[in-house]
């Protein structure tokens, strides 16, 4: 998808365990978001950078932490995992400040069990 | 708490019919309202969108419905295809805050 690339695709962890997914653009965007889709509630906004060690939370980001030491990559860590954080998880990249124009990855599958 | 609500969940369309998904909101920063279709398997993809200041904008057999007043907008599909069957997002920006903000999503499903 355009540039941006999700690992792992699918990911089955265990309660309690740490579990890093990865986002990495070769578009040289500044901004990276991280989303998790859920049936019922959409898309929600976890964490975003604006830049290189540049971080914020989105609405949905107890339980979670990012870290961004390069343009390329953005990396979602879920510090002790729970089931209620199986989900899908999306990384989007945009150019611009103004939010009107994201490429989303394809998206990582998470079980937690 | 949901901003911007989105109805139907899922929608069944018979090949060739017009296919409506409707979505409402109360944040009047909102000030951007784009459509993402999302493909099984896929990232949900910018389908079309529209600025407040216009009523209608149209790109092929895809358009957008928007009323300010009543603060809701719609994507009509004409001559609906089984390739449009896919999960439809509205979302909303909040220009100011700079958030991006979606509705829950609808199935639609396009029969031949």
């Known amino acids: 998808d355009a540039g941006i690339t999700q690992s792992p695709r699918h990911k089955v962890t265990e309660t309690g365990t740490p579990v890093t997914l990865r986002c990495h653009q070769t578009e040289n965007h500044r901004y990276m978001y991280w989303y998790r889709q859920d049936p019922g509630h959409g898309l929600r906004l976890i964490h975003y950078?604006?830049?290189?060690?540049?971080?914020d939370k989105g609405e949905v980001s107890d339980g979670y932490s990012v870290s961004r030491s390069k343009t390329e990559d953005f990396l979602l860590t879920l510090e002790s995992a729970t089931s209620s954080q199986t989900s899908v998880y999306f990384c989007?990249?945009?150019?611009?400040?103004?939010?009107?124009?994201?490429?989303f990855g394809s998206g990582t599958r998470l079980t937690v069990v | 708490q949901q901003q911007v609500k989105q109805s139907p969940q899922s929608l069944i369309v018979q090949k060739g019919g017009i296919s409506i998904i409707n979505c409402a909101y109360e944040n009047t920063a909102f000030d951007y309202f784009p459509w993402y279709q999302q493909f099984p398997g896929k990232g949900p993809a910018l389908l079309i969108a529209i600025r407040p200041d216009v009523s209608e904008k149209k790109e092929g057999r895809f358009t957008i419905s928007f009323n300010k007043s009543a603060k809701q907008f719609s994507l009509h599909i004409m001559d609906s295809q089984p390739g449009d069957s896919a999960t439809y997002f509205c979302?909303?920006?909040?220009?100011?805050?700079?958030?991006?903000?979606f509705g829950q999503g609808t199935r639609l499903t396009i029969n031949p």
């Open positions: 979302a909303a920006v909040d220009g100011g805050a700079q958030k991006l903000v």
């Open positions: 950078s604006y830049g290189v060690k540049d971080t």
């Open positions: 989007a990249i945009s150019d611009t400040d103004d939010s009107t124009g994201y490429t």
